[in-house]
């Protein structure tokens, strides 16, 4: 099995791309995990390349955990956000190596999957968010959409009074019949005013309510999922294994929602899936940006055994995210009657935009003897 030669990566503060590239010359290619993504280069190349350098590329979780455990005195979030850099280019270069799109290494098929569309916004007024709904389920057939209740970390303080009451029946009844409807909470609400909320959302159709309290108190979030008639939903900021066996023993959520990226890559969202599987909790990733992230949940989505109702997909564009513009050549995200196509081609199946390459920050480390 070739060893791994070379890892370089190309950043900017919100994304780093990671090309691996092995003794016989055959590259792969990742992402660590947005969002100070130049902090994450760094991490990655003291305490990620050191170890995977002339290590084989076959067993990709092996590897993963054998560098946790050679960086055990560095547990935490920027950890398994570099390392999510090495396990992703490693999976697209096992999927180049077989001529396979990673799904089908993963035991599942590059079908179509049901999209809702994701609402990343807080400072929309609640008939504004209605009317691009509408918009977009007329236009490309979405029946499926989320949107933002609470503000972020709020402590029961609404982005502005009364936003909640407000945003919740007018953005539904906008929506109308047959179409699947989330909000999210991004840990806004005590217990007692998230219970209250979600009586709202039940009266009108909502089904699915996430983060609705402070997401690292577990003991809260089962306390509103035991008292609630809709799925609780969570996990998206959780890398640490050990909550996650703790949050699915104690079935603190109905729906857990890594994300690929926090969580380290896909290995260790796998094994995520499968004790949230084997608990019989469907899993509904987290993939809130247009960056690799979502391609990786799809071919996820395709392989896993209890697989949640729809991929998470942002609906924003260049005013809320203008990093995301220009990553890949061509657009490999195209929504058809509210449906997306995991990709084909080997490997992850998109290819990194050269010219974005070429602005970004470099970074190599490689094998010197």
């Given amino acids: 099995m070739p060893t791994i030669r070379k890892l370089e990566t190309f950043t900017d503060q919100f994304t780093c791309f990671v090309k691996l590239t092995a003794e016989d010359g055959a590259v792969g290619w990742g992402q660590c995990s947005n969002y100070n993504a130049d902090i994450t280069a760094q991490v990655f190349h003291r305490q990620v390349a050191p170890w995977a350098l002339g290590a084989g590329e076959g067993d990709i979780l092996g590897l993963v955990q054998r560098i946790e455990e050679r960086e055990h005195k560095f547990p ?23 001529g396979k799109p990673v799904v089908e290494l993963l035991g599942g098929k590059a079908g179509r999957l049901r999209a809702y569309a994701s609402s990343m916004k807080r400072d929309i007024t609640p008939k504004d968010e209605a009317a691009r709904f509408v918009r977009l389920r007329d236009e490309f057939g979405y029946d499926a959409f989320k949107w933002r209740v609470a503000a972020e970390c709020g402590r029961d303080v609404d982005e502005w009074p009364g ?83 703790r949050m699915i023993a104690m079935r603190a959520v109905d729906i857990v929602q890594p994300d690929v990226m926090y969580m380290g890559g896909i290995g260790r969202t796998l094994l995520v ?13 987290h993939s809130a940006n247009l960056s690799l992230v979502t391609i990786c949940t799809m071919h996820l989505l395709g392989a896993i055994a209890l697989p949640g109702k729809y991929l998470e997909f942002s609906i924003e564009g260049p005013d809320y995210y203008p990093w995301q513009e220009g990553l890949f ?5 195209h929504v058809t009657d509210g449906h997306l196509q995991i990709p084909q081609g080997p490997g992850w199946g998109v290819e990194i935009n050269p010219d974005w390459i070429t602005r970004a920050k470099y970074q190599a480390s490689e094998v010197t003897s």
């Fill in 329 to 333: 050549l061509g657009n490999p995200y």
């Fill in 273 to 285: 899936a499968e004790m949230a599987a084997k608990a019989g909790i469907p899993c509904t990733p």
């Fill in 163 to 245: 936003r909640t009451e407000e945003v919740i029946p007018t953005v539904a009844r906008a929506l109308g019949d047959g179409i699947s409807k989330l909000v999210d909470g991004n840990s806004g609400f005590s217990v007692g005013r998230a219970i209250t909320v979600a009586g709202m959302l039940a009266d009108e159709g909502i089904g699915h309510f996430e983060e609705p309290v402070p997401y690292w108190d577990l003991v809260a979030t089962k306390a509103v999922t035991d008292a609630v008639s809709i799925d609780v939903t969570g996990g998206e900021q959780d890398w640490d294994l050990a909550t996650w066996e």
């Fill in 76 to 98: 935490g979030s920027y950890r398994a956000r570099a390392l999510a850099g090495l396990d992703t280019a490693l999976w697209d270069l096992a999927g180049k190596r077989a």
